[in-house]
């Protein structure tokens, strides 16, 4: 049984929520390896509609065991409301795991998000204010408190007093800000220590065992590769990599133990946040598609960016994760199109590039060259075989694989579990 690492391929927000719900019928384990809070993974099943932050979308299946990875950063807050909330629901919760690695988001980390946004100013990043930034610059600088510091009062105490007393340093002198009472933040985390305890545990061996013993594992990406730190458009970017190789990193399981990685496309584009977006759409097209797609962000509520189809950056995603698959997602956003658009190749100062340049700054000069598809005018809502999909939508699906270099495993055509044709199953 495999190991499945299923990662965003454009700018986060492509579905991977609904794609994940599904895949994970067949799966023993899920694992979310990356981001935190900041992700938004709208999940909608027999159940209801629920929007999931940081507990892995395979939750709703009982014998399904559901990982925060030790690449996750972990809101406590977020975490217990979550709980509670799927709990009053009626969904179990008791195989949902915290790697006792995992850092986490303290109430300092989202104080200080908020400063520094605001000390950026016009520049700011867009970012979604959930102190993800701020907590992972402090597992790198070695600043940070993790899960299991928690389980132990004296070590807690101690590493709080050891931060406390630099962050203290920044908030008062740098932004004027009243400084954190060490008692009173000990007392919250030991109220969170109350809460997560029967939660963290080591993790990594837990799903080493389970793939030695031929279980099926999903790793869950959040963001998506355009985002990615060191790929995506930096610095309008996340603090942790969303590529399958951060998969790796964050669940604590050997690259040679993964399978397959399947990217989960839009059938356009779509961002939030600041940054270049090549075929960002500002005109009644791109009003037109947020309006069809309700895109609005499931964690900030803004309305999202919205663009054609992005060859050159989906050409990039699949060769930089990996892929040995695509899923396509929304076809149906795009039903009633006369005419629908995708970006095969940069124009930048004369040249046509393939290339997704580093430097945002370039990207913003590159100008989208266009094919133009016929759109194929009926609903593909409740088509279950590619073959009954309309030619121009056959069509349109082929030339995402051919630009993408990739096969489509999954074309979803609506949002729920079943509303998905499955070309090749990956599972
Ligand atoms: P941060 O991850 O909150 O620091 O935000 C950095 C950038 O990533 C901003 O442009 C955010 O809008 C974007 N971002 C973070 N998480 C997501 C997500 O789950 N989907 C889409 N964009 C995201």
């Not at 454009?10 to 990356?34: C, N, P, T, Y």
């Not at 940069?346 to 989208?368: H, K, M, S, T």
Request: charged share 25%; aromatic share 8%; glycine share 12%.
């Amino acid at each position: 049984m495999p190991v499945t690492v299923i990662v965003g391929a454009q700018w986060g927000d492509e579905g991977k929520g609904k794609v994940i719900d599904m895949l994970a019928e067949r799966a023993d384990a899920v694992v979310r390896f990356s981001g935190g809070d900041n992700a938004g993974h709208t999940v909608i099943n027999s159940q209801g509609t629920f929007k999931l932050h940081l507990i892995p979308s395979g939750v709703f299946y009982p014998d399904c065991t559901c990982v925060i990875g030790n690449g996750v950063v972990v809101n406590p807050d977020i975490f217990v409301s979550e709980r509670d909330e799927l709990n009053s629901r009626g969904v179990n919760t008791d195989n949902v795991y915290i790697s006792d690695r995992s850092h986490l988001v303290m109430p300092y980390h989202i104080l200080l998000d908020g400063l520094e946004e605001a000390a950026r100013g016009k520049k700011s990043l867009g970012t979604t204010l959930r102190g993800i930034g701020p907590a992972f610059a402090d597992k790198v600088a070695r600043m940070g408190i993790r899960a299991g510091d928690l389980m132990d009062r004296g070590i807690l105490r101690t590493r709080l007093e050891y931060v406390l007393e630099y962050k203290n340093q920044i908030l008062t002198k740098l932004y004027g800000k009243p400084a954190i009472d060490i008692d009173e933040l000990y007392e919250i985390c030991c109220g969170y220590a109350e809460q997560l305890k029967s939660n963290i545990r080591e993790t990594s061996s837990l799903l080493n065992d389970m793939v030695d013993e031929g279980k099926s594992v999903i790793l869950e990406g959040a963001q998506g590769a355009l985002l990615d730190t060191d790929f995506g458009t930096y610095p309008y970017a996340t603090s942790s990599s969303p590529l399958s190789a951060g998969g790796c990193l964050g669940a604590g399981i050997g690259p040679t133990r993964i399978d397959n990685v399947l990217g989960v496309f839009k059938a356009y584009c779509s961002r939030v946040g600041a940054g270049p977006f090549p075929t960002e759409l500002l005109d009644a097209t791109g009003n037109r598609i947020r309006d069809l797609a309700h895109e609005y962000g499931t964690t900030t509520g803004r309305p999202r960016r919205i663009g054609w189809f992005d060859g050159v950056g989906a050409r990039f995603s699949a060769r930089i994760n990996g892929m040995t698959g695509m899923a396509i997602t929304r076809l149906d956003i795009l039903d009633s199109f006369d005419e629908i658009k995708v970006c095969t190749a940069y124009r930048l100062n004369g040249d046509l590039i393939q290339d997704f340049p580093a430097e945002p700054a370039v990207l913003n000069q590159c100008q989208p060259v266009y094919e133009t598809l016929p759109g194929w005018r009926q609903s593909t809502t409740g088509i279950t075989r590619l073959e009954d999909l309309p030619k121009q939508a056959r069509e349109f699906v082929a030339r995402l694989e051919e630009l993408a270099g990739c096969t489509a495993c999954y074309v979803c055509i609506g949002p729920v579990r079943e509303q998905t044709i499955e070309v090749r199953p990956m599972l």
